[in-house]
């Protein structure tokens, strides 16, 4: 399976910024589409933002005019930089990945925890 290993998770107050990374363990990185997730506990995961190996993006309203998701193909790494951070941000936050070339495959990174309260 393809690895994925987040970053850049932490404590921060409402209003604050954090940027997350995470870096793939695969040359051919540009097929793959890529998303973060998050889940708080309890609840059921859902999709925060979305971006194709060509550079399309898509978002959950609940996050648009606030976080920017971001693809370097030639670091083999995603990014979603977090403006505007409320307490209900709160969560798990997971990176996935899709092949476009391969039906059926998904990879999931293990998670960076992101805590917004003050």
């Known amino acids: 399976q393809v690895q994925l290993v987040e970053s850049g998770g932490g404590l921060v107050q409402p209003g604050g910024s954090l940027r997350l990374s995470c870096a793939a363990s695969r040359s051919s990185f540009r097929l793959l589409a890529m998303g973060w997730y998050r889940q708080a506990p309890g609840n059921q995961r859902e999709l925060v933002a979305r971006i194709t190996g060509g550079g399309s993006t898509d978002y959950a309203d609940f996050v648009k005019g606030r976080f920017t998701i971001s693809r370097d193909n030639a670091k083999n790494t995603v990014y979603l930089q977090m403006n505007s951070l409320k307490p209900e941000d709160t969560a798990v936050y997971y990176c996935?990945?899709?092949?476009?070339?391969?039906?059926?495959?998904?990879?999931w990174g293990q998670g960076t925890q992101v805590t917004v309260s003050s």
């Open positions: 996935n990945g899709r092949s476009q070339i391969m039906v059926g495959m998904s990879y």
